[in-house]
């Protein structure tokens, strides 16, 4: 079936349920009971039943957690409308970054209430959880910046208050390997004890041409979470971990590549561009000898509820992460970056007062944060290609992998070496957030937030000739042969910047089980600094703000068995943040961030949760997605700009150089939208005789063509797809052990997580192919 046709299939299917909600809300009671029992969020950071929240949130529910074994971002993504995974973080309705270089995330991510910048920890495993809490658009007021499109709350699992625990092993395709085990030990009445743990390897699904295939997966974690409750209005939870990623960084393939059969090197010009198809390896790659990554964390997350009186309580919430890197984040064949002994640390203070009586309800606070480089170094290798014919000009001054008749070249370019001195941001704000009730079915919404950010760039850049340098040899501030450019920014001003945010909004019962609400909010990112040595309009990017316009429904009908929702909006961006590649004229092809002058999203959400027996389990969405850059003049042209290093040689042989070039990419698609998909699953338990229960589940999920590039170059589009997930779990009569057989992907599909087009061919990378395994494990 044509993914046009399984797209209009899922769509008739939602639509016939007016949807848009949760994951996959509660199970049924214990005692058998077809009653489930409502999920309860925390997302505007006070207690509400998900029905009666107004805000486009959803719920990945412990079950869902459990029956899938979804233990990466990877496998989160796509469970709830419009999330995805991007290369700084999470994307929601279109926004994110394919650009790992591109700043703070426009999903805030927070883990346990405390917010982590830094994409490096979702590569980290995703164990022993609780729920996810996934709220889509920005929420400037109660989260405040760098939350644009949306926020992903991942909450860790409580302490038991019995003694118990759970157990899992899992074997894979791929010799993939995955244990854990999360053990309660309550002390007494006030003190409790959890304590999880969990690995996975195996042997990857890349090429092998490094010491270790590419791909390969080696995660190690454990955690241990307290709660001591000294009395009966006070609750203090804390939790430390550690995590190691030891993996190996992604292979990257050779998507398509150019070739300008009119092209006239003595003019400078292109002519018409032919595209031709390829699934080779990247040239180059089979040339790499390091990939390995080398990641440790360290998280400390602390929680202090206070019940002043039965109106009036105040959380405290506090947390400090040491994140270590010195391994490889990135080998292409061309390009490759890696760390040596680097460390960011961050801390963030909360403080939280909630207040409710009669018809008013508050919440309040106050935040402090910070995120810091203080030491380490950054080492980049940096080559370029060249398309035919203008990639003879690198085959006759010592090309790094010759490409003959129409296949591209590489050349060594430049090695780059930041030293880092204190790298990073700081964050304070106020915010306070009123609904009022007006009358017994209707209230008035309204928030504030101020935040005032101070962003600091103290660094050395050097840039050397390429292959200059490897990590055992490397300096801050002197090439071995020649320095091409040296930069110290060590006692550079910080930046400042402020915004004010809010938020405005009405809801109201309809009925007992239906509420609507519109609201009107907009939201904040903060600018940031990149290196002086770049190009004079590439030193800095802006701020970037938005204004949404949301209405929405939720239904919870049929004695809780089902829920509705359906979510319209419309986000009117200014200065958009978009990462792109420029070619500076010393350092070559670089990325950075910019800024589009406008941009428009629209949508609509629709979910579904769907009880109908006891035995049956049903959870649908479809989302639409409009995007559109309303004004983006002068933008860096990727495809219409040549290499540095071509720019250096070509004159030497009487070909004129080609300078960088720009673009209008006014009334382009936003990268990474696809415009439709959505995502069907459905379980049903049977039950012997014998009292073995048996239950089938079936994901399905699909999307439609999206572009890799805000040029919506025909190099970068990425085909719609399918991806479908089968499950079969065997649960014994006392549910104290399980069996479950599962088979991912099984279309086998090449999803790409990361497209790169350029003037000379577009990489990509992909996710994991089909995989099928099987899972026992216990609890008691």
């Known amino acids: 079936m044509h993914t046009r046709s399984v797209l209009l299939a899922s769509v008739a299917i939602a639509a016939s349920s007016m949807t848009a909600n949760a994951q996959d809300v509660a199970t049924p009671q214990d005692d058998g009971s077809s009653v489930p029992t409502e999920i309860v969020v925390t997302a505007q950071k006070s207690s509400e039943r998900l029905s009666k929240a107004p805000v486009a949130v959803s719920v990945v529910s412990q079950s869902l957690l459990d029956r899938q074994g979804l233990t990466t971002s990877e496998q989160i993504a796509t469970t709830v409308p419009t999330l995805k995974l991007s290369q700084n973080g999470f994307a929601i309705r279109g926004?994110?970054?394919?650009?790992?270089?591109?700043?703070?995330?426009?999903?805030a991510t927070q883990f346990d209430g405390i917010y982590n910048p830094s994409p490096v920890a979702l590569s980290l495993a995703l164990f022993d959880l609780g729920a996810i809490e996934v709220l889509r658009g920005p929420q400037g007021t109660v989260y405040g910046r760098n939350a644009t499109a949306g926020v992903v709350n991942i909450n860790t699992a409580d302490p038991g208050r019995n003694f118990g625990g759970s157990a899992s092993l899992q074997y894979g395709r791929?010799?993939?390997?995955?244990?854990?085990?999360?053990?309660?030990?309550?002390?007494?009445?006030?003190?409790r004890v959890r304590v999880a743990a969990f690995h996975q390897v195996n042997d990857g699904y890349g090429p092998r041409f490094a010491a270790r295939r590419f791909d390969k997966i080696d995660l190690s974690a454990v955690r241990v979470t307290t709660v001591f409750d000294p009395a009966p209005n006070l609750s203090w939870r804390l939790s430390g971990s550690y995590a190691r990623n030891t993996g190996t960084v992604a292979s990257v393939f050779l998507r398509n590549y150019n070739v300008y059969p009119q092209a006239d090197l003595v003019a400078g010009t292109f002519g018409p561009v032919t595209i031709v198809p390829s699934d080779a390896i990247n040239p180059g790659l089979d040339t790499v000898t390091s990939n390995r990554q080398d990641i440790t964390s360290?998280?400390?997350?602390?929680?202090?509820?206070?019940?002043?009186?039965?109106?009036?309580?105040?959380?405290?919430?506090?947390?400090?992460?040491?994140?270590?890197?010195?391994?490889?984040?990135?080998?292409t064949g061309v390009f490759s970056q890696e760390y040596i002994d680097h460390r960011t640390r961050t801390w963030s203070h909360e403080v939280d007062v909630n207040y409710e009586n009669g018809p008013l309800k508050l919440v309040g606070g106050a935040f402090l944060y910070e995120d810091r480089q203080p030491s380490g170094t950054r080492l980049l290798h940096a080559g370029n290609t060249a398309p035919a014919p203008f990639n003879l000009v690198f085959n006759l001054f010592g090309a790094k992998v010759v490409g003959t008749g129409d296949q591209i070249s590489t050349i060594d370019a430049v090695d780059v070496v930041n030293t880092y001195a204190g790298v990073g941001s700081k964050s304070r704000a106020l915010f306070g957030q009123a609904t009022f009730a007006i009358a017994p079915s209707l209230r008035l919404v309204a928030g504030i937030r101020s935040t005032w950010d101070t962003v600091t760039s103290h660094e050395q850049q050097l840039v050397c000739p390429g292959q200059s340098f490897d990590r055992d040899t490397i300096a801050p501030d002197v090439c071995p042969t020649f320095t091409i450019a040296y930069t110290d920014d060590r006692n550079r001003p910080s930046a400042k910047y402020s915004k004010v945010s809010w938020k405005l909004g009405i809801d109201a019962d309809v009925t007992e089980n239906l509420l609507a609400y519109a609201t009107v909010s907009t939201g904040y990112r903060g600018g940031g600094l990149q290196p002086s040595s770049n190009p004079a309009n590439f030193r800095s990017y802006a701020p970037e703000t938005v204004d949404n316009f949301e209405l929405g429904l939720r239904a919870n009908l049929m004695g809780g068995r089902l829920f509705l929702g359906a979510t319209a909006y419309q986000m009117n961006?200014?200065?958009?943040?978009?990462?792109?590649?420029?070619?500076?004229?010393?350092?070559?092809?670089?990325?950075?961030?910019?800024?589009?002058a406008r941009a428009r999203i629209r949508g609509i959400e629709l979910e579904t949760t769907f009880r109908p027996t006891p035995a049956d389990r049903f959870t649908a969405y479809f989302s639409w997605l409009d995007t559109k850059f309303l004004r983006f003049a002068n933008a860096p042209d990727n495809l219409g700009s040549a290499d540095t290093i071509y720019n250096i040689f070509a004159p030497i042989l009487g070909f004129a150089p080609i300078a960088p070039a720009v673009a209008d990419y006014s009334g382009n698609r936003l990268p990474f939208a696809p415009r439709f998909s959505g995502r069907f699953s459905y379980a049903h338990e049977f039950e012997t005789a014998s009292g073995w229960k048996i239950t089938p589940a079936v994901d399905f999920f699909a999307q439609t063509a999206t572009f890799a590039s805000v040029d919506n170059a025909i190099q970068g589009r990425i085909a719609g797809y399918t991806k479908t997930d089968f499950n079969l779990q065997f649960d014994e009569p006392s549910g104290h052990a399980y069996l479950n057989v599962f088979m991912n992907n099984v279309e086998d599909r090449r999803i790409p997580t990361t497209v790169v087009p350029v003037w000379s061919s577009t990489t990509a990378s992909y996710a994991m192919p089909q995989t099928y395994g099987l899972r026992v494990g216990f609890k008691y």
């Open 174 to 191: 791929f010799n993939d390997i995955r244990a854990q085990a999360a053990v309660d030990l309550p002390v007494n009445d006030m003190l």
């Open 573 to 596: 961006y200014k200065d958009l943040q978009v990462s792109s590649i420029i070619v500076d004229p010393v350092q070559g092809p670089i990325p950075v961030t910019t800024n589009a």
């Open 95 to 107: 926004i994110g970054s394919n650009n790992g270089f591109s700043g703070y995330s426009t999903v």
């Open 298 to 331: 360290y998280d400390v997350r602390s929680k202090l509820v206070w019940d002043a009186t039965d109106s009036l309580s105040f959380t405290y919430l506090a947390g400090y992460s040491l994140l270590k890197n010195d391994g490889v984040t990135a080998s």
